[in-house]
């Protein structure tokens, strides 16, 4: 994919604190790309600055070869869907898609088959004389897409649009947003705090933490190879084990297994799910780990049950299991070493 949008070096200080501190992000043309983080990452505001509705204090944003900042919110060719959906009560669905176009002055020979293909596009177009009170949240949501597709933006940018929906819903509407997003085939940049739902549509994910970038990748190297603890821990469950490192051997506790880390002290990511309880009559692979551990806890959670383990030295870890009915003394376990993630120190860490 080429690149579209380019985001130099983006500062932003509000009532004298920092927001956001050089911050640098690449999205593709047709990328899908979520900016993940906790209240006060700075994310909205990220947002905010892209759309125009705030002016960086630092830093530049590019589309193409145009200078995006300089320029007014309606000249940059792109929409944002926000949380609240926005409709204006007294209009009709139709009327509330048109509204941009009648707004640029569109011509009204092109204005009606524009909003009948935007609404066509997320299955809303038997709801097109119908009011938004008359709609359920997640037909509100797909209006405000509409809206915003119908302008044909270049890219859309999404503030948490799915927050107001319940669960079940929530998931379903994910699923439609990541078809339509294919369908339509622009770039979405999508904001929310939720993992699971930034594992589930994006492309990739911008984890943002105080203003700066943590850690930029697909979600499936997130979550298998974070790159600090702060990553490791706010994307999943994890068990954080604070090593020593010497000759190529980690040592954390009761655990050791080799890696490729120089000597010192390391910390290390290890997902509860890839420790495994094995039976004694089998040797160890190479290259895994094994040791035993003290049922304390187990908690039941549907198809799976997280167990919580006492190793000797004190060493609390999670580990997650197929549901097996209950568990209880000392069990063996085993972990594959390449599992055990070696996690970048970063200065809040330090």
Sequence with gaps: MSGLLSIRGVAKTFDHAKVLKSISLEIAEGEFLTVLGESGSGKTTLLRIISGFERPDEGEVWMDRERLDLLPPNRRGVNTVFQSYALFPHLSIFENVAYGLRAKKTPASEITGRVESALAQVKMSDFAHRKPAQLSGGQQQRVALSR??????????????????????????????????????????????????????????????????????????????????????????????????????????????????????????????????????????????????????????????????????????????????????????????????????TTGER
């Design 148 to 345: 915003a597709l119908v302008n044909r933006p270049r890219l859309l940018l999404l503030d948490e649009p799915l927050s107001a929906l319940d669960a079940n819903l929530r998931r379903q509407m994910q699923f439609e947003l990541k078809a339509l997003q294919r369908e339509v085939g622009i770039a979405f940049i999508f904001v929310t705090h939720d993992q699971d739902e930034a594992m589930t549509l994006s492309d990739r994910i911008a984890l943002l933490r105080a203003g700066e970038v943590e850690q930029v990748s697909t979600p499936r190297e997130l979550y298998n190879r974070p790159r600090t603890s702060y990553a490791a821990t706010f994307v999943g469950q994890t068990n954080l084990l604070h090593a020593r490192v010497e000759n190529g051997i980690a040592y954390a506790g009761p655990l050791k297994w080799p890696c490729a880390e120089p000597n010192g002290e390391t910390s290390f990511s290890l997902r509860p799910e890839h420790i495994a309880i094995v039976n004694p009559v089998y040797p160890a692979p190479p290259n895994f780990v094994r040791f035993r551990g003290c049922v304390r806890r187990q908690v039941f959670n549907g198809p799976n049950d997280l167990l919580e383990i006492l190793c000797d030295g004190d060493l609390f870890l999670s580990m997650r299991i197929a549901n097996q009915g209950e568990l209880s003394g000392e069990l063996l376990l085993e972990f594959a070493a390449e599992r055990a993630v070696a996690l970048q120190s």
